[in-house]
């Protein structure tokens, strides 16, 4: 039998366009900086740079959780951090979300987000966003309403791009719709632990219209690191790490990279050796074949 092609490495490490901008192929995720040491926020912040991750996810709503005390305390930690050093703002693609609303929950409409990015802009210290993003769709606003307020801050210079977060392709294409500015990015929760995104067309959508997607939480929350896994799961892991010499959150992150959908995987660690570490999963190999077995063992089921 004839298996050219069949093995080749799927796992692709190069560099990621959010519309004409370049990223690296692993991002940081900012829900988990919280506090106040501008000092560690810093060493963070300089790690993930010299590692690649050039995308820095932020939004107005991280600081509620992870040991945070209130809403917008990563984006201020984030601002201080730029403010104390600002040579590191240029290396970055600063990106930010809103749209959540505790209690509410969800608002994108026009009056809202003028102010919520604004305030955003306070926090951060900074005169412009490069993406921005609506972190969870508002379905009592019209499409219409949000896209124009969207284009508005395009046009007032205060965000570079824009993007969604938590939608269905349904509601990107209705945005998508009313929009001038393309729509850069789509940010979904992607993983062995949720893959969801495989199956109801968000990384096809994503690839017909050239957007990027964001995956957060690619780990699984940490689940794929653990033993609460399917046991065919976790062998499986555990072997493709010993012959790619890493270990599971390396052979689960290059699942992540290895879709040809290109997506950038949202790292949250604290961790500045597991930062340093995760840069490794960009030059893995993994084949249709092993993409293929995890995907069976973790769904429990053989492919048709």
């Not at 600081?63 to 600002?86: H, I, N, Q, R």
């Amino acid at each position: 039998m004839n298996t050219s092609g069949a093995d080749e490495n799927l796992v692709d490490g190069s560099a990621r366009l959010l519309g004409d901008k370049p990223v690296g192929a692993l991002g940081f995720g900012c829900w988990r900086l919280v506090g106040d040491n501008v000092a560690e926020a810093t060493t963070r912040i300089e790690t993930e740079l010299e590692c690649g991750m050039t995308l820095i996810d932020n939004a107005d709503v991280y600081g509620l959780d992870w040991g945070g005390k209130a809403f917008g305390e990563s984006e201020t930690l984030l601002g201080k951090v730029l403010a104390a050093s600002p040579e590191l703002r240029p290396r970055m693609v600063l990106a930010s979300k809103g749209s959540i609303i505790p209690g509410v929950p969800y608002a994108a409409n026009a009056l809202y987000l003028n102010a919520a990015v604004d305030a955003s802009l306070a926090r951060l210290q900074s005169e412009h966003i490069d993406l921005y993003q609506i972190h969870r769709p508002d379905m009592f606003t019209h499409p219409a309403e949000t896209a124009a307020a969207l284009d508005g801050l395009v046009q007032a210079g205060k965000i570079g791009r824009v993007g969604v977060s938590n939608y269905t392709r349904a509601q990107s294409d209705a945005l998508r719709h009313f929009l001038k500015a393309p729509l850069v990015s789509v940010q979904s929760e992607y993983s062995l632990n949720h893959l969801e995104p495989l199956r109801d067309g968000t990384l096809d959508d994503c690839m017909r219209h050239d957007t990027a997607f964001l995956a957060w939480s690619p780990l699984g929350g940490g689940a794929l690191l653990g033993q609460d896994l399917p046991p065919a799961l976790g062998k499986l892991l555990d072997a493709l790490a010993e012959r790619e010499s890493t270990d599971r959150a390396g052979i689960a992150l290059a699942f992540v990279l290895a879709h040809p959908a290109k997506p950038v995987a949202l790292l949250g660690s604290q961790s500045v050796a597991r930062m340093k570490a995760a840069q490794k999963a960009t030059q893995l190999t993994l084949t249709r074949s092993d993409i293929y077995a995890l995907i069976e063992a973790a769904e429990g089921v053989p492919l048709p």
